[in-house]
């Protein structure tokens, strides 16, 4: 088991003080507008730190550190590639989406194309959405069993408690400033984890700059910013640029309600772009350091003195390891707790998401929108339970 009391005692605060914060703001939630879009009134910047929060996940902590750690710097090449998409989301689907006052993706899909086209869209969309929040429950809970060594799925089912409670009764508007604060500790969290990492480097190797010793140690292969074109085979730049650049950057910014249901809440089109623009350009350069610095880290450590890391390690422990090293008592417990931020911001934006498609594409269908404004709020209330429920179970 890692860390100290003191590191328990801050990622319980940190869980208490979210909890509270983001409940207080159920009181705005009066409609399905309010639950859903935050009544579309929420400046660029305040959408610019939510979104930090929701493009990072717990599991873009232990993914790209255990990429970085093995691969070196093309770790990085996922959050570069929206730069190429950027202008068609820009200039094309922003306007798109949020003058047609859409409730969700799969609404365009039937206005496009045909109900069925809608019905395929709703099925797809829940599947993808539900099996991310999945992957995000089962992410936090291995890092934390290694920290509190509770049982996984207990664990589990105490994270999908803890954002129900903040996330049930204010839906868009509680997701979006308790991501406020989750993305400010997400980014000052993981810089700070790299600060300590250089320190770390310094004082445990012949250089008097961590950063000169980081450039030093790396192979010329490892400080590549893009993989090799076919080498190595298995994170090729065919591959990854595929997965992550191709299928996983359009899916994310035209096809993942959740983000969409982000930029749906700005006061206009204008504020949008801003948010876009200003995440592309600055906030995911900065990101792509947050979440893989561990493992170049933990890659120089491995290089110049390999006994220092534990014998039996696995690169997707290399995150936690390399926090727990080069961190002291409580600082250990507050990068966790970022950990802990990256997993309830995506989550509860995917969950809110859920709800959305579940009320505007199943439920209001129907009904055949023979429905109360109140009704369908507390439709979405418990459809939000059932996707978590339906995620602790997957």
Same mark, same amino acid.
């Given at each position: ?182 993305? /400010?500790? #997400? $980014?000052? &969290?993981? @810089? ?11 004082? *445990?190797? =012949? ?124 600082? /250990?417990? #507050? $990068?966790? &707790?970022? @950990? ?11 969950? *809110?998401? =859920? ?40």
């Amino acid at each position: 088991i890692l860390g100290t009391n003191l590191d328990r005692i801050v990622i319980l605060a940190y869980f208490t003080v979210v909890m509270g914060f983001g409940a207080y703001f159920g009181k705005y939630s009066k409609t399905t507008s309010d639950y859903f879009f935050g009544g579309r009134r929420f400046a660029w910047w305040l959408i610019t730190i939510s979104i930090v929060a929701t493009g990072i996940g717990s599991h873009s902590f232990v993914k790209y550190s255990t990429k970085a750690y093995q691969y070196g710097f093309s770790s990085t090449m996922t959050y570069m590639n929206d730069w190429f998409f950027m202008p068609l989301f820009l200039f094309g689907w922003l306007p798109i989406i949020y003058y047609l006052r859409l409730g969700s993706i799969p609404e365009y899909f039937e206005r496009r194309f045909s109900r069925e086209a809608r019905y395929i869209a709703t099925f797809m969309i829940l599947m993808y959405m539900i099996g991310y929040i999945a992957i995000q429950f089962l992410t936090l809970a291995t890092a934390l069993y290694k920290i509190y060594g509770i049982p996984l799925m207990l664990t589990v089912v105490l994270i999908a408690i803890a954002t129900t409670i903040y996330m049930h009764f204010g839906g868009q508007t509680s997701v979006i400033f308790t991501d406020l604060i989750q993305g /400010f500790i #997400l $980014i000052f &969290a993981g @810089l700070l984890l790299f600060t300590l990492g250089l320190n770390f480097l310094a004082e *445990n190797t =012949s250089y008097a700059s961590g950063l000169k010793a980081l450039l030093d140690n790396l192979t010329p292969a490892e400080k590549l910013p893009l993989a090799n074109f076919n080498s190595p085979p298995d994170f090729n730049f065919v591959g990854i640029f595929w997965q992550d650049g191709i299928a996983g950057s359009i899916g994310f910014l035209f096809l993942n309600q959740g983000l969409i249901m982000r930029f749906m809440a700005a006061r206009s089109v204008n504020e949008g772009r801003k948010a876009a623009a200003f995440n592309v350009l600055i906030i995911l350069p900065i990101s792509a350091i947050v979440v893989s610095n561990a493992g170049w880290i933990g890659r120089v450590i491995s290089n110049t003195n390999p006994n220092i890391l534990p014998l039996d390690m696995a690169p997707n422990d290399v995150f936690v390891v390399i926090t727990n090293l080069v961190s002291s008592p409580g600082v /250990f417990g #507050l $990068i966790i &707790a970022a @950990l802990c931020a990256a997993l309830m911001s995506t989550a509860d934006t995917l969950v *809110n998401a =859920s709800s959305a498609v579940i009320v505007n594409d199943i439920y209001r269908p129907i009904t055949k929108n023979k429905n109360s404004d109140k009704r369908e709020l507390n439709v979405a209330r418990l459809a939000s339970i059932l996707v978590k429920i339906i995620a602790v179970l997957l």
